[in-house]
């Protein structure tokens, strides 16, 4: 779940607003966005890998995260840098290099391959 805009990094683009499927935030005093409707969020990382200058930080939890966890601790989520962590990820982002295959995501079972069928004469 969406868990941190940094007020510090924030330009106000407006980006994570449009982008966020379930309107989760609202623009705030400043243009900076606030997040409006946490309950609403979808943990999708839209508005993370959108959001030019690494200004968000969405935790993977579906949940969120416990009140006093550090992943709701801007000094901490930086020094570890998973602010705009996902998006980094992503290869989106000046100097950085797209591709999907250096997306986050769980490790998902590949199937087996079936064994070689027997001709037949
Ligand atoms: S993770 Fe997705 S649903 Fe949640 S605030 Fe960001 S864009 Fe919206
Ligand atoms: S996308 Fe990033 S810079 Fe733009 S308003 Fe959202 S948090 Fe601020």
Do not use: N
């Not at 510090?8 to 966020?20: H, K, L, N, Q, Y």
């Not at 499927?21 to 309950?39: E, H, K, L, Y």
């Amino acid at each position: 779940m969406i868990e941190i805009v940094s007020q510090e990094r924030c330009i106000g683009c407006d980006r994570c607003v449009e982008v966020c499927p379930t309107s989760v935030f609202d623009t705030g005093p400043g243009g900076i966005p606030v997040i409006a409707r946490v309950q609403d969020c979808q943990t999708c990382f839209m508005c993370e890998a959108y959001c030019p200058v690494d200004a968000l930080f969405v935790a993977p939890q579906a949940e969120p995260v416990e009140p006093g966890s550090p992943l709701r601790d801007e000094a901490y989520v930086t020094a570890a840098g998973l602010l705009g962590g996902y998006r980094k990820k992503i290869g989106w982002g000046r100097g950085r290099t797209p591709g999907a295959l250096r997306a986050v995501g769980p490790d998902l079972p590949r199937p087996t391959p079936a064994p070689p069928r027997k001709e037949h004469r």
